[in-house]
């Protein structure tokens, strides 16, 4: 299936779009609405097995692939693990993370249906891994139409490990200068190595370096929060599941493997998922070594970094459902007919990891 519809790609997303225009691609894509299915079921086998196999070879992009901000879902597409276009659903996501990288179920779910809700076309049920915003205004932009995994300050954000800020332009590839600075912190912390000691004082650095040099710079939910899960997930994703060292503190990610994944979207030869299913383990300690608050810079200064809202461990975990909820809605404030009956299904997809502390919400009504 052709993922054009009326020039208007069927993974478009479609928040933030004005009421007007949300309704005109809803029509154009009428054609191609589908009702969003339940997410899969929990892998049967969740221990460590070789992931780059002869069912999954690495293989270099072609034209029209699409690539993003997120080093393990270029490299599950790139190994066939995804479409190998990065034009993916919410269930492949899923599977995927779980087959190639053996990430914990919830997580998976969580992270997959927030991101399907602010950057996929919740319409068609498609989502691309990458893509690049279009400005509809001048500065500050209008809302824009973001293509995949570019909603600012949610996946996509300043601080990144490997890739630069927006500020310093449309830059969403792999920015060897930042890598260097990621060997060089491994080399006076952790020995030549990515550990948890080097994930909490390189993320520490980043949003240091940000503040000081980037006049727009932002650190605000979710991105704050995405923006420190990036500096576990690496160190518990990337890490060969054979290494008996792979517990918590004692997990240790080498600089050629760390290459392969942030710059060639590669696994490495002979590489196993890790040996039990994992998500975050690490991220509280990484948060506690130098705490730093949700904020921003104001007046486009830089060095002017001022709170903005309260941290995660403020908010705790129906905060943070209930923050993510207000973003979706900010960003689809009065949707109609296929649209609203899909943001209601995802976002009780979402709220699944939170069924048994939180009260669910219903901003757009009940089915």
């Not at 225009?21 to 221990?47: F, H, K």
Request: proline share 8%; aromatic share 12%.
């Amino acid at each position: 299936m052709s993922h054009l519809c009326s020039g208007f790609p069927s993974y478009y997303s479609l928040a933030g779009l004005s009421e007007r225009d949300q309704n005109a691609a809803l029509e154009r894509l009428s054609t191609e609405a589908v009702y969003p299915p339940s997410p899969p079921t929990r892998m049967a086998y969740n221990g460590t097995k070789l992931v780059h196999d002869e069912a999954h070879p690495w293989k270099p992009l072609m034209a029209g692939d699409i690539r993003g901000p997120c080093p393990g879902l270029n490299t599950l597409a790139s190994h066939g693990y995804l479409p190998r276009d990065g034009v993916v659903t919410p269930a492949q996501i899923i599977t995927a993370a779980q087959e190639g990288f053996n990430m914990q179920y919830d997580a998976a779910v969580t992270a997959t249906y927030a991101a399907m809700l602010v950057d996929g076309n919740l319409v068609t049920n498609l989502l691309s891994i990458g893509g690049k915003t279009k400005k509809t205004g001048p500065d500050p932009p209008k809302p824009a139409i973001v293509r995949g995994l570019y909603t600012h300050d949610v996946f996509e954000g300043n601080a990144s490990m490997t890739r630069a800020d927006t500020f310093f332009g449309d830059i969403p590839g792999f920015n060897h200068t930042l890598f260097d600075q990621m060997v060089d912190f491994s080399n006076r912390y952790g020995d030549g190595y990515y550990n948890l000691t080097v994930a909490a004082e390189y993320r520490y650095h980043l949003i240091q370096q940000s503040i000081a040099t980037n006049p727009n710079f932002s650190f605000i939910l979710p991105r704050y929060f995405t923006g420190y899960g990036e500096s576990v997930l690496a160190l518990n994703l990337f890490v060969d599941g054979r290494d008996n060292t792979t517990v918590l503190g004692g997990r240790k990610l080498d600089m050629a493997t760390a290459l392969s994944f942030f710059r060639d979207s590669r696994f490495p030869p002979d590489f196993h998922r890790v040996s039990s299913p994992t998500g975050s383990e690490g991220l509280r300690e990484i948060m506690a070594a130098h705490p730093v608050r949700p904020g921003r810079n104001l007046d486009g200064k830089i060095n002017n970094y001022v709170v903005h809202e309260p941290s995660p461990s403020e908010l705790g975990g129906c905060g943070l459902y209930n923050h993510f909820v207000d973003k979706v809605v900010s960003l689809y404030p009065n949707p109609k007919g296929i649209l609203r009956r899909n943001l209601i299904i995802n976002l009780h997809y979402f709220y699944g990891m939170f069924k048994n502390s939180c009260e669910e919400t219903f901003p757009y009504g009940r089915l």
